[in-house]
Nanobody, 124 residues
């Protein structure tokens, strides 16, 4: 079992930045592929970015490429999502997710563990 807790969400103006954090406990974090997903009101949950267990492989959704950056600290069991140049369309609840296995995948159903989510609102 892996427990995930996100933090760092909030209200930010367009063009601003935020850093989300995900703290993991339980399980073998260093063997988990991690992902960030988001869900806007009235929409399905969508993949944002994933990182392999070593941190050597990352994969970004086209909508955030060049603006968001994922990183992980296996010693501290933390995953981070640095977000820059935020847009109103980035407004959503952001979820941290974990799956066993080395591959970064984009499908919601492939991730077995989820956090409770943190709200990000981009508005002036």
């Amino acid at each position: 079992q892996v427990q995930l807790v996100e933090s760092g969400g909030g209200l930010v103006q367009p063009g601003g930045s935020l850093r989300l954090s995900c703290a993991a406990s339980g399980g073998s974090f260093s063997r988990a592929t991690m992902g960030w997903f988001r869900q806007a009101p009235g929409k399905g949950r969508e993949f944002v970015v994933g990182i392999s267990w070593s941190g050597g492989t990352t994969y970004y959704a086209d909508s955030v490429k060049g603006r968001f950056a994922i990183s992980r600290d296996n010693a501290e069991k933390m995953v981070y999502l640095q977000m820059h140049s935020l847009k109103p369309e980035d407004t959503a609840v952001y979820y941290c997710a974990a799956r066993w296995g080395p591959s970064v995948v984009t499908t919601v159903g492939e991730y077995a563990y989820w956090g409770q989510g943190t709200q990000v609102t981009v508005s002036s």
